[in-house]
């Protein structure tokens, strides 16, 4: 079973579409993460959700809005993609907003922007 | 704001060597810190977890330090093969969230 997951795995479009990156996690965490990781390696947290409250945000632009249906389930929306966008981006959850128990990521979701 | 630092940037061992992986924070006032590893073109793979009341935690080949009030943690791996070649990421949890090193590229040559 796979504890935290995201579709699609890779994803190539064209600048100016609008894209969905879906995660799940089936730990029973109460916190949801998005992480990007840019053409350096480095990652840096986007958002973070705890119980469907969004309680980090990031300075990122307003073209990607995070959605929590319910606390097993983060999507990231993406509106009229750039170039710089191209990164991979992880999902990631841990029992409390503290951090309890450490981070579970899942296996990152390569977006390609042409 | 936290910055995590984690030297060297790359190391390049012989099979058999043991590997020693630095890393450093600006806050002390962290909740835990975690050792990763990720492999090329994969996702994170959780090696270890120290809470900031620990001095250590072992698994395996494995040892991770932390001496929070002087800001650093330092991964161990005995007796190093080439499977251990990869990525291996610092990360503290402060602040409700992850702040990440930017990694140690280990590769162990055969």
């Known amino acids: 079973d796979t504890a935290v997951s995201q579709t699609p795995k890779y994803l190539v479009t064209q600048m100016g579409n609008d894209k969905s990156i879906k995660c799940e996690q089936n730990?029973?965490?109460?916190?949801m993460y998005w992480y990007k990781q840019d053409s350096k390696k480095f990652l840096k947290i986007m958002f973070s959700?705890?119980?469907?409250?969004?309680?980090i945000n990031e300075t990122v632009p307003n073209r990607f809005s995070p959605k929590s249906p319910d606390k097993a389930h983060l999507n990231l929306h993406i509106n009229s993609l750039e170039l710089g966008d191209s990164a991979v981006y992880f999902c990631?959850?841990?029992?409390?907003?503290?951090?309890?128990?450490?981070?579970?990521f899942g296996s990152g979701t390569r977006l390609t922007v042409v | 704001k936290q910055e995590v630092t984690q030297i060297p940037a790359a190391l390049s061992v012989p099979e058999g060597e043991n590997l020693v992986l630095n890393c450093s924070f600006t806050?002390?006032?962290?909740?835990?810190l975690q050792w990763f590893r990720q492999d090329p073109g994969k996702g994170l793979t959780s090696l270890l977890l120290?809470?900031?009341?620990?001095r250590e935690q072992t698994s395996g080949r494995l040892n991770a330090s932390l001496d929070k009030s002087s800001g650093r943690s330092t991964l161990y791996i005995a007796a190093s093969q080439p499977g251990d070649s990869a990525t291996y990421l610092c990360?503290?949890?402060?602040?409700?969230?992850?702040?990440f090193g930017a990694g140690t590229t280990v590769t162990v040559r055969a």
């Open positions: 990360a503290v949890t402060d602040d409700y969230k992850l702040s």
């Open positions: 806050d002390s006032a962290i909740y835990n």
């Open positions: 990631a959850s841990s029992q409390t907003r503290q951090g309890a128990g450490g981070y579970t």
């Open positions: 730990l029973g965490h109460d916190t």
């Open positions: 120290i809470q900031s009341s620990q």
């Open positions: 959700y705890n119980n469907k409250e969004l309680i």
